[in-house]
């Protein structure tokens, strides 16, 4: 659930909704980027819905990370949640200098549960290149920050998580995901409805 949308109420609302099921999925909500003056009122009003976790936006080294597991701890302790509860899975390698901090994100912070990569937003902080040749493959820099993204997420004992924002006319998106998969990622981050199920079945069972 993105928080940083301008109606954050409804999404407050729609995260309170979700509270009493006994069988829900995991809420995770997107803040603003650290560095915003409206972070911390937002992260307030997340915590305050009883939300598992918060993913951070362009996080530039582990440095960020440990800032807000900090900010986190008082929100906690102001809203009376159990102190540790609230996870972080943080937006990593979305820009260069970002690309080459990957390894301070290990032990930056004992909520991190999840490092996202995506190869688009990446691409763009690199004076908007395409993330891709016209045959498909990543262009060389953006492949290799990959690669480099899927060693720190293991090394951190975290999940490196896919985030696909090409459509591609020649490649349909369960082969894409099923790439992902079998490179390291353990699972996907999407906002195409149309694109859960091929994660979902491209993304479990044994890696090929």
């Known amino acids: ?9 409804i999404v407050l609302g729609i995260l309170r909704q979700w509270q009493p099921a006994a069988k829900r999925p995991k809420l995770y909500a997107r ?15 997340v915590i305050s819905t009883g939300v598992d ?26 809203h009376g949640v159990m102190q540790g509860s609230i996870k972080i899975i943080a937006e990593a390698a979305d820009t260069a200098r970002s690309a080459m901090a990957l390894s301070s994100f290990r032990g930056a912070s004992h909520r991190l549960a999840g490092l996202i990569f ?19 493959n990543l262009r ?3 492949a290799w920050a ?11 004992g975290v999940a490196a998580l896919f985030d696909n924002q ?4 020649t490649r349909s998106a369960i082969a894409i995901y099923g790439e992902a998969y079998a490179d390291g990622f353990d699972g996907a981050v999407t906002t195409e409805a149309e694109d859960i199920a091929a994660i979902n079945a491209a993304m479990s069972g044994a890696r090929s």
């Open 1 to 9: 659930m993105d928080a940083v949308a301008d109606h954050l109420g």
């Open 31 to 45: 803040l603003p980027a650290i560095e915003e003056p409206r972070a911390i009122s937002v992260l307030g009003s």
């Open 118 to 136: 995506s190869a688009e937003r990446l691409a763009a902080d690199m004076q908007g290149i395409s993330p891709r040749t016209t045959d498909g």
């Open 53 to 78: 976790g918060v993913v951070l936006p362009r996080a530039l080294s582990g440095h960020d990370l440990t800032r807000l597991d900090a900010r986190i701890s008082v929100e906690e302790a102001v």
């Open 140 to 142: 060389a820099p953006i």
């Open 166 to 169: 090409t459509k591609s006319e």
């Open 146 to 156: 990959r690669a480099q993204f899927l060693v720190a997420a293991a090394s951190a």
